[in-house]
C-alpha cells in the first residue's frame, strides 16, 4: 500500500470541518506526530511499535494532500 506521511498540523490543515467522526488529539495527534494517509483516505498514527488506523478522510483528499505537501504516494 502507498502512503504520503506528514505531520499532525499538516493532517490538521487538509482536514475539512464535519470530515472526520472523532477528535484527532484524543486519538493521539499532536502537532509533532507522525502521521499517514493511504490512497483510500485511511488516516494511521505512528505508535511505538506500529501504526494505528485512527480514521479516514472523506472526498478530494488525494487532491488536497498532494497541494498540502508536495508530496506523491510512496
Same mark, same amino acid.
Given at each position: 500500500?502507498?502512503? +504520503? #506521511?506528514? /505531520? =499532525?498540523? /499538516?493532517?490538521?490543515? &487538509?482536514?475539512?470541518?464535519? #470530515?472526520?467522526?472523532?477528535?484527532? #488529539? !484524543? !486519538?493521539?495527534? *499532536?502537532? !509533532?506526530? &507522525?502521521?499517514?494517509? %493511504?490512497?483510500? =483516505?485511511? &488516516? *494511521? +498514527?505512528?505508535?511505538?511499535?506500529?501504526?494505528?488506523?485512527?480514521? =479516514?478522510?472523506?472526498? %478530494?483528499? *488525494? #487532491?488536497?494532500?498532494?497541494?498540502? /505537501? =508536495?508530496?506523491?504516494?510512496?
Amino acid at each position: 500500500m502507498k502512503f +504520503i #506521511e506528514m /505531520t =499532525g498540523d /499538516t493532517l490538521q490543515g &487538509i482536514v475539512d470541518d464535519g #470530515e472526520l467522526h472523532m477528535d484527532l #488529539e !484524543s !486519538s493521539g495527534v *499532536e502537532a !509533532s506526530t &507522525i502521521v499517514r494517509v %493511504n490512497q483510500h =483516505g485511511d &488516516i *494511521e +498514527i505512528r505508535r511505538p511499535h506500529k501504526w494505528d488506523v485512527i480514521g =479516514g478522510l472523506l472526498g %478530494n483528499f *488525494e #487532491e488536497r494532500i498532494k497541494k498540502t /505537501t =508536495g508530496y506523491d504516494w510512496a
